[in-house]
């Protein structure tokens, strides 16, 4: 079954190379938009949109806004699954015929696109874009010697989420250090309940220790990179982890950080960490009013209304401490950005969608949604509230993967998530970051 | 090979009636003609093409236009120099063998169950044995992997709160590679079994009465007539089906990738099909890894397909 999968994915690169070689006047040649030229021709373009993240109501704004600002043509967003994105953008962007013409591809992906020559040179049209002011990290991970390729969709930094009923009870307060933090969550665990839900395979939250004591996933020296989780600040940080995994969580060492709000509903956690739209998903059993999800009469909205403020009544946010008090942790940022696939036929109509999507009116339609937009300008479209407050404080501080062209192999090879894991089933913590130093660097310079 | 038959016949006598045999020889190449094109295309090709890619720096910029460089056996030298590649073929192939011979064993035994007990029973075992066949991998993994789930897992709650074993209750069953090796063998065994049991329950059927009856006249024990008489009679079917069963193990993929995306070590359990998938961004690596698995496939299974080839013949 393998080898047939792999040969198809071989069939599919072949009829790509021929497809670009035969095709001379393809527009992927010329990634220059041209200046004298009138309106592109109508053509109807594919916009791939990940996972739900992007509300419907957006969607709409985004298809109907481009139909009026380009007289026949129509824009289709397609959506697609987080799980398995990688390899099909690899095979779908190889191809003239299948391309979307404009994809959104998670923060940490981008780079292996970036540097392998799918995305068109956006580095013209950045300035209009919004130039300086877009999230820099994100920009970072988009650009590839040099040129700008991919540029920042949202942001959704993380903060965590605590049950109130819980803290009252163990008598304990929001914590203000990092330290602190740790005593807290000791303090609220019992033989059922973590006191911080913290699966032994979530290294993006894992991170948030590193990055905090100043420590690295990975350093680059010229031209080659090298694992730094063997680094003091990172060891500290991972010692930290350590503690908690072993005496602040009941989270089972062979889970990752899907979902970790299902046990906080269910009450076997009393916080846990994630970007700040997993309020969404926050369903106690006390608030439940039990309507059904595709209910859609006044009576039902009413009473999800009552439930999501009974949720948010029992449910506290803060943005993760840092080392010393009134500072914030560095925290992992998820996020995404958005590019445009080099053998697009419609570059032109793919750059018309990219202004509407980082129009003040779209970004502020982000904010408002919860994501922290693309542009920073925007940011304050988010609210004042408390989950808007812990976002933007996470944000400040957020911090991406290392920019390595490589950096997918790490994570398709789940480099991190085995680390962590030994990490959490009481491995050495020194050992087992030189072993995966190790790995890293291998995957990093192959 | 029939078709090659009558040349043989048609040379020594070249009068009218080999004109009369040409005609279905060509009629009978013909035949052939569609299923070789089928073979061709969806075979042969991607064959080829993944054995050119072996010997190419094929990665990621190639495959978006960039030329790929002849680099002649470096991703072989490459991968065979690499000590954690040998690690998974050997883990591989001992995961293939024992599968395949567990396999063996209880499709075996189900086989001769199915001969000796009444209608409804077997009718109940076969239609239970056709229902594992048939659900598809990916739902009953998904079910697989909820009964080993380590917190709400059916395996850990009978264990601890049936059995009254406590320490099994958050017990991890994929987290050490030899219990995830062991999950995935019981997966594997299961969705194996059904079709080995099919095979020689038809090949027992195909054992005659009268020469069981005649040895059991001649006083040969139930035991003795088994291994003196069924098993040499089922012989041939014995031999596909376990061929089938080591090709099929040793390029096993969908149910170790499923459990070790359910939160396994993946380094550590590993066998070539994931290591395959692994390389996704270097398909000439992934190109000659996979020559490999089939250079170590036809190592393993040559010797038994010329032997079967040869019985075949007498």
Known sequence: MKILRFAAVGVAAALALTACSSGDDSPAETTKPSESAAAPEAATIKLWLNGTDTPDALREYLTTTFAAQNPGSKLVIEQQDWNGLVPRLQTALSSEDQTPDVVEVGNTQSATFTYAGAFSDLTSLYPELGGDKLLPGFVEAGTADGKVMAVPYYSGARAVFYNKDMFKDAGVEVPTTLADFTTVAKKLTTDKVSGFWFPGQDWYNGATWIYTNGGELATQDGDTWKGALESADSIKGLEQVQDLFKTATKAPADSDSNEPWVPFNQGKAAMFSAPTWARWSIDLPECNEGVAADDTSDDATAKRTKQQACNEEHTGVFAMPGLTADSFATAFAGGSNLGIPAKSKHQELAQNLLKIIFSADFQNQLGKNGLIPGNTEYATSMGDDVYAKAAIAAALGAKLTPAAENWATVEGDRILEDFFQKIATGADVTASAKAADQLISDALNK | ?314
Not at chain 2, 65 to 70: D, K, L, R, S
Not at chain 2, 107 to 112: E, F, I, K, N, Y
Not at chain 2, 121 to 138: F, M
């Open chain 2, 1 to 314: 090979m029939a078709a090659t038959a009558p040349t043989v016949s048609g040379t020594t006598t070249p009068s009218v009636p080999p004109l009369r045999r040409r005609r279905p020889k060509l009629g009978a190449y013909g035949l052939l003609v569609p299923a070789s094109i089928l073979i061709g295309v969806a075979l042969g090709y991607p064959l080829v093409r993944q054995f050119v890619i072996s010997f190419q720096e094929y990665g990621l910029k190639q495959q978006f236009g960039a030329p790929a460089e002849w680099v002649g056996l470096q991703n072989y030298t490459d991968l065979l120099t690499d000590s954690y590649v040998w690690t998974v073929i050997g883990r591989s192939v001992a995961f293939c063998f024992v599968n395949a011979i567990v396999t063996m064993v209880i499709g075996m035994s189900l086989a001769v169950l199915m001969q000796r007990i009444g209608r409804a029973a077997r009718i109940t075992l076969q239609v239970s044995l056709l229902l594992a066949w048939g659900t598809p991998v990916l739902a009953s993994m998904t079910v697989w992997q909820w009964l080993f789930d380590t917190q709400n897992g059916v395996i850990n709650w009978v264990l601890s709160h049936v059995l009254g074993i406590d320490s099994m209750a958050q017990h991890s069953w994929i987290i050490e590679p030899l219990s995830f090796f062991f999950v995935a063998t019981v997966i594997v065994v299961w969705m194996s079994v059904p079709f080995v049991a099919f095979s020689i329950y038809a090949g027992l059927l195909q054992v005659p009465a009268e020469t069981m009856e005649a040895a059991q006249l001649d006083g040969a024990s139930a035991r003795q007539r088994f291994w003196g008489i069924t098993i040499p009679m089922i012989r041939p079917v014995l031999s596909i089906v376990l061929l089938l069963q080591v090709i099929w193990d040793l390029k096993v993929f969908t149910q170790i990738y499923v459990l070790q995306r359910a939160g396994a070590p993946t380094r550590d359990t590993n066998l070539l099909g994931t290591l395959i998938y692994s390389y996704s961004k270097e398909f000439g690596m992934a190109g000659a890894l996979a020559t490999i698995m089939l250079v170590l496939t036809l190592a393993l299974t040559g010797f038994y397909i010329r032997q079967m080839l040869k019985e075949d013949e007498l």
